[in-house]
């Protein structure tokens, strides 16, 4: 493969999941929003700059954890399976928001309900 076919690839890949990583990070934040209102009023006790950093802390590890797509995308299209995986690769999307949004609601329960989990 030429490098301007690498290239595209790249920026295929960019392009598919840059504009999911909205959605992944709306659905992660609506998550929180929704353990703090279920908590209302004592998750307002909790609220503070180091809440705000943990949650800043979160949030981008939360993106780090998403550029795991990039790899595996990227090497799938590398494939001589290339054209199966651009119509199927709806599915690790949808496999990683919702392996995130577990892992969310564990984190967001724990900070605005004590703890129970």
């Given at each position: 493969m030429s490098?301007?076919?690498f290239r595209d690839v790249l920026a295929n890949s960019i392009r598919y999941w840059e504009t999911r990583r909205v959605l992944y990070n709306l659905v992660l934040a609506l998550i929180v929003g929704a353990f703090f209102i279920a908590g209302l009023p004592a998750s307002k006790?909790?609220?503070s700059f180091g809440?705000?950093?943990?949650l800043f802390l979160l949030a981008v590890l939360a993106n780090v954890a998403y550029c795991a797509a990039y790899p595996v995308d990227v090497f799938a299209q590398l494939s001589?399976?290339?054209?199966?995986w651009l119509r199927v690769r709806w599915v690790l999307f949808i496999v990683g928001l919702v392996?995130?949004?577990?892992i969310t609601r564990f984190f967001a329960e724990g900070m605005f309900h004590g703890g129970a989990v």
């Open positions: 490098d301007f076919a006790s909790v609220l809440l705000a950093q943990g001589a399976l290339r054209s199966t392996f995130a949004a577990i």
